[in-house]
């Protein structure tokens, strides 16, 4: 890869012929249309949303160094264009900028746009000279090299990664799906899946789920259809999962966003639920102050009421504890027994031990799914082993 340090490209030089695409949020062409700022393999532009772009131009007011930006050389038809390799994000704010995007505050406190700076302060920015490599060299070789690279501070994700490195049709295809705010369908899926459209959140969950259904990871899958001129496997899978949860459960409840939607429709969407019955457990389970993880309330009622580890049913607390240990303990001193109840029923040696405090578990007398509440008239300490035996809370 041959690279060449540019210091003679001022701001105004790079924001000729600036476009923003308000759709797509991406910045898309400069100097004088040679330059093209959003490539493919590049993120959409997050700067705003991070709220970065105004200290992008309060640095350039304040003289900072903005950092390298780097060009990938492409010739084509006999003129030299450019692709912003790195340094889209800081770009792409300072086009918005100047294009009456956003304000930055001035000294006094005010809104000021940029054609309501002082005429010093927009020369200031318009002849600001940007560091930029210019390289040349091959496809795979600048991917790889951008692979390793990160932007301005914000780190690329995983997914962005894997975007650029299999850049092409599918993930085009695949971003305008998953990766559009303007898709209306985007509200919906909030409700079930966590993260950030502009970080590729939902693209990320499409891709982990259809590749897990198949067995093979994101990069595989990725590389597998990266010449795909459809994404109707990636959308139907996704969209399959989506309407399942939608048609089971008929309330949405802010712990539903971020479980393991594709896992649970693998294993539970050929069962038939009666989705009233569904609801009327479910609201059972949130009114229940004994349930202390409302995020396994969908996983439990799903598998038929069964597995309450997953609820993580309130324990007894340990000013309980030790008064039930008291009266256990007096009960065994006047039988000569073992403290714990159920070693003082076994004709073994253990008929007669006394545990320690430390070597015992608070247990629910009658079981919390069947009714059994935690207070301590429903407590009895139990040695470890006969505990753990017990298992159902
Ligand atoms: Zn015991």
Not at 134 to 157: D, H, M
């Amino acid at each position: 890869m041959n690279t060449t340090l540019r210091t003679d490209i001022t701001v105004a030089q790079i924001c000729e012929g600036f476009v923003y695409n308000e759709l797509e949020g991406k910045g898309l062409f400069g100097l004088a249309g040679k330059l093209t700022i959003q490539p493919e393999y590049q993120r959409n532009y997050i700067y705003a949303k991070e709220n970065k772009e105004i200290a992008v131009i309060e640095s350039i007011l304040k003289g900072y160094p903005l950092g390298l930006i780097y060009f990938n050389t492409v010739i084509g038809d006999g003129t030299k264009r450019f692709e912003v390799l790195d340094g889209q994000q800081r770009i792409t704010s300072i086009g918005r900028f100047l294009t009456g995007k956003f304000a930055i505050q001035d000294a006094n406190g005010m809104q000021q746009y940029f054609s309501g700076l002082a005429k010093e302060l927009q020369d200031k920015i318009l002849n600001t000279v940007l560091l930029i490599y210019e390289c040349e060299g091959e496809e795979a070789e600048i991917k790889e090299w951008f692979k390793t690279i990160n932007i301005a501070g914000i780190p690329l994700n995983q997914q962005e990664i894997y975007n650029a490195v299999y850049c092409g049709e599918f993930v085009t295809k695949a971003k305008e799906e998953f990766s559009n705010s303007r898709n209306a369908n985007v509200q919906k899926w909030r409700a079930y899946v966590k993260g950030d459209v502009y970080r590729q959140a939902f693209l990320a969950a499409a891709l982990t789920w259809i590749s897990s259904a198949k067995g093979m990871s994101v990069e595989h899958y990725m590389s597998a259809h990266r010449h795909d001129k459809s994404i109707d496997e990636l959308k139907t899978y996704f969209c399959s999962v989506i309407d399942w949860i939608d048609s089971v459960f008929t309330d949405v409840e802010s712990e539903m966003c971020g479980l393991e939607w594709n896992r649970l429709y693998e294993i539970y969407h050929t069962t038939a639920y009666n989705p009233q019955e569904v609801h009327k457990k479910v609201q059972e389970l949130y009114a229940d102050s004994y349930v202390k993880s409302r995020k396994g309330i969908f996983e439990y009622v799903l598998g038929g009421c069964v597995d309450t580890k997953l609820l993580e049913v309130r324990v007894f607390d340990d000013a309980v504890k030790k008064i039930v240990y008291k009266q256990q303990m007096v009960k065994a001193k006047a039988d000569g027994k073992s403290n714990c109840p159920l070693c003082s029923l076994g004709n073994d040696n253990n008929n007669r031990k006394i545990w320690d405090l430390k070597d015992m578990d608070a247990d629910h007398v009658t079981a919390w799914s069947k009714g059994g509440t935690t207070d301590i008239r429903n407590c009895q300490m139990l040695c470890k082993t006969h505990n753990r035996a017990k298992g159902n809370r």
